[in-house]
């Protein structure tokens, strides 16, 4: 299958993009990042696989539309869209600026909207195809700290189930995978930006209910049953990947 992948320089979107690539796929390698981009798309070369990259501000809409076409005039056809890009910054409601608030919503919610403008068309000429958005435990509750991106995950998901209805009778699926707490590169920068070391995150990570933060891989193999025929039946579903964070989530504040 021909799988573009947003945001697939580092992290889970580069977890993902390998992992596609390891199970038969050929990928399109979509990055802001110009030489991580290409180093990515070379290391899944240099694996064994196929990838591109396409130099993409998915928070552009010629940008996208370009991507969409570069998938298609290189493979011959776009089987299925992984909408990984993303940002996660704090900010509580009065500290969140309508300028902060848009940024946001366009890296979160916007270039979403505008891959599946795009992919949709194309996946319709190809008779079906399987549309993955990762999303986050916060699109279900946010933290304080995080109104804007909570905000912006639920649009997501709302965003998801809409056209998960709307395109059933082209057999394009469209589905929301929620992965847990990852020991991504964001995510370690993101701690040590508010004071926390990678070997206290690690720490952290073993204080969870299964022992360890959650791994890129571990979101990947479900994004490869969600790309893959096997889940052909599978679509407006929300799936977690986070080691029950979601449950714990609710369970404490509901016992709080």
């Known amino acids: 299958k021909v799988v573009i992948v947003t945001g697939a320089a580092q992290g889970i979107g580069f977890g993902i993009a390998e ?3 390891r199970e038969g796929g050929r990928v399109i390698v979509a990055d802001k990042q110009a030489d991580k981009g ?7 070369r240099a694996a064994g696989g196929q990838a591109i990259f396409q130099l993409t501000d998915v928070t552009r809409e010629s940008d996208c539309a370009a991507l969409v076409a570069e998938a298609v005039q290189r493979f011959g056809r776009l089987d299925g869209l992984v909408n990984n ?5 704090r900010a509580t409601l009065e500290e969140t600026t309508t300028e ?21 068309p194309a996946m319709q000429r190809a008779r079906g195809g399987s549309i993955v958005n990762i999303g986050s435990v916060h699109g279900l509750q946010a933290s304080a700290n995080l109104v804007a991106y909570g905000a912006a995950k639920g649009a997501l998901l709302n965003l998801t189930r809409t056209l998960a209805g709307a395109y059933a009778g082209d057999r394009i699926r469209c589905n929301y ?9 964001g995510e370690i920068a993101l701690a040590q930006s508010r004071g926390v070391d990678v070997d206290e995150l690690r720490a952290q990570g073993a204080k969870q209910p299964f022992g360890r933060h959650q791994t890129p891989q571990d979101t990947a193999y479900a994004v490869v049953y969600l790309i893959s025929d096997e889940s052909s039946q599978v679509t407006g579903s929300i799936f977690h990947i986070d080691a029950g964070m979601s449950s714990l989530i609710f369970n404490r504040r509901h016992l709080a």
Not at 38 to 44: D, M, V
Not at 85 to 89: E, L, Q, S, V
Not at 177 to 185: A, D, K, Q, T
């Open 85 to 89: 890009a993303g940002w996660f910054p």
């Open 38 to 44: 290409e180093a990515a798309a070379q290391a899944i």
């Open 19 to 21: 992992m596609l690539a």
């Open 177 to 185: 995978l929620i992965p847990g707490w990852v020991m991504s590169e």
């Open 100 to 120: 902060f608030w848009e940024a946001v919503m366009n890296v979160n919610v916007r270039s979403a909207f505008y891959c599946c403008k795009y992919a949709i």
